[in-house]
């Protein structure tokens, strides 16, 4: 069976710092690979996807960056953290099929302070 | 107009209530439809797919209506345990098959 995983669970980051999450998926190949951000009391905001290995898109530009150095591995980057990026991060994946269903990691939960 | 429209809630029904939720969208070429639910400070987690013959799983049932662009979800006989958030998301196979997400509707079960 599939399983993703996503770490840290938590975090608490200065503003102007660099943040480095990571995502891995096993039990599947070249999954469809999605970051996204829930601000408190929000809805889910898509930052990227990626279709394959070094493919990434942005849906928002912003200080935030993704990268995919595996099939299986999904990062996301910043250099310098604003506050405005206090969220919970979640990983997704999705089989390149339809329906298109994805499945959601645990989430990190990030607070810039 | 956003995409995927939900009433927010919350929705606060006792014990053993009947509720239902609908989500309306506006992309005419929307193909995949699911109702996802999300507990507080956790991930969402797929509920149901939603199929155009509609499709039920035990006390949930989920309808699609195509001509009114929107889907539904019905909960018989709730639960304390389905107090939750429930997220409606759509998906267009034209282009990317990016998924968009409704904002959720508040679901409160109380005894």
């Known amino acids: 069976s599939q399983t993703i995983h996503q770490w840290p669970a938590t975090l608490v980051q200065p503003v102007g710092s660099p943040l480095s999450l990571e995502c891995t998926v096993e039990?599947?190949?070249?999954?469809?690979l999605y970051w996204y951000r829930q601000a408190a009391g929000r809805g889910l905001q898509l930052l990227f996807y990626?279709?394959?290995?070094?493919?990434i898109s942005s849906e928002v530009p912003q200080n935030l960056s993704a990268s995919r150095p595996q099939d299986r591995q999904f990062i996301l980057s910043s250099k310098k953290l604003l506050l405005s990026d206090s969220g919970f991060y979640l990983c997704?994946?999705?089989?390149?099929?339809?329906?298109?269903?994805?499945?959601f990691g645990p989430g990190t939960r990030l607070t810039v302070t | 107009r956003k995409e995927v429209e939900q009433d927010p809630g919350p929705f606060n029904v006792p014990e053993g209530a009947t509720v239902a939720f609908n989500c309306t969208y506006s992309?005419?070429?929307?193909?995949?439809f699911f109702w996802y639910r999300q507990d507080c400070r956790k991930e969402p987690k797929l509920l149901m797919s939603?199929?155009?013959s509609g499709n039920e799983d035990g006390r949930f049932t989920a309808q699609l209506n195509r001509a009114s662009q929107y889907i539904s979800l019905l909960i018989r006989d709730s639960k304390l345990s389905d107090s939750a958030t429930y997220l409606c998301?759509?998906?267009?196979?034209?282009?990317?098959?990016?998924?968009?997400f409704g904002r959720g509707t508040s679901l409160i079960v109380h005894p």
């Open positions: 939603v199929y155009s």
């Open positions: 990626s279709v394959g290995i070094g493919q």
């Open positions: 998301v759509v998906i267009s196979l034209l282009g990317s098959y990016i998924p968009t």
């Open positions: 997704a994946w999705s089989v390149d099929r339809v329906p298109y269903e994805q499945y």
């Open positions: 039990g599947t190949s070249n999954p469809n």
């Open positions: 992309n005419s070429a929307s193909q995949s």
